[in-house]
């Protein structure tokens, strides 16, 4: 079966660092995503993990451990334009590669 | 690069009607491209995967005879709800990606479906 968790909400304030979690239970596993999404919006990128151990990109990072099934996202130097949906998506290997994707995490950023 | 577009973006229209809705591929030919649903505060489900010049593969659930989907052309792929209810207001979002393998799906904008 197919399931991925993440928190529902989450707030922090600007200038802070705040982790999103996400673990995920999926077969034939072939990597995993961050989406950020704001609301009536479509989902940007934000980054693809499919070695373990963490990628850097800018203010944000993104950790992945297959073995356990876990990966985060890690926001630093928060901006209030940061808050949105961040979802997670666990990459399916069917022959097409298909994203199988979590409830998301909204992120409200306060001044 | 890596620009889908969607139009309309907002449709409001009878129940019974049917909806077309295009998803394009601006600047890269998109080998694969993939149908979502999303409704409030909830996350996208992936209604049906479509691959240039062959049939829609749809996820279990989904009424293939209800969304018709067609992938003419590697930059265009079209999504039909025919006879729409209530039910099927949601936001539809396609999402386009070059290969078979493991590559970035990037997300068209979005279509705002309101079935009266």
């Known amino acids: 079966g197919q399931n991925i968790d993440q928190p529902t909400e989450m707030t922090a304030t600007e200038g802070a660092i705040v982790q999103i979690n996400c673990t995920y239970q999926t077969s034939g596993f072939n990597g995993l995503f961050w989406y950020q999404q704001h609301a009536g919006e479509a989902p940007t990128f934000l980054s693809y993990?499919?070695?373990?151990g963490l990628e850097e990109k800018g203010r944000f990072s993104s950790f992945l451990s297959r073995s356990k099934g876990y990966s985060y996202l890690l926001l630093k130097e928060l901006q209030m334009k940061d808050s949105a949906s961040y979802l997670c998506a666990a990459v399916r290997s069917t022959g097409f590669q298909k994203l199988v994707f979590g409830t998301g995490t909204r992120l409200l950023v306060s001044p | 690069g890596a620009v889908v577009s969607q139009h309309p973006s907002r449709v409001i229209c009878k129940s019974g009607t049917s909806v077309k809705i295009e998803c394009r591929s601006l600047?890269?030919?998109?080998?694969?491209m993939f149908w979502y649903r999303q409704f409030p505060k909830q996350s996208l489900m992936l209604m049906a995967t479509s691959n240039e010049g062959s049939k829609a593969t749809y996820e279990q659930g989904v009424e293939k005879d209800k969304f018709l989907i067609n992938h003419a052309s590697l930059t265009l792929s079209t999504l039909t709800v025919t006879s729409a209810h209530p039910e099927d207001s949601s936001f539809y979002i396609c999402s386009a990606k070059t290969g078979t393998g493991t590559d970035t799906q990037y997300f068209g904008p979005g279509t705002r479906l309101t079935v009266l």
């Open positions: 993990n499919v070695l373990d």
């Open positions: 600047d890269f030919q998109a080998t694969t």
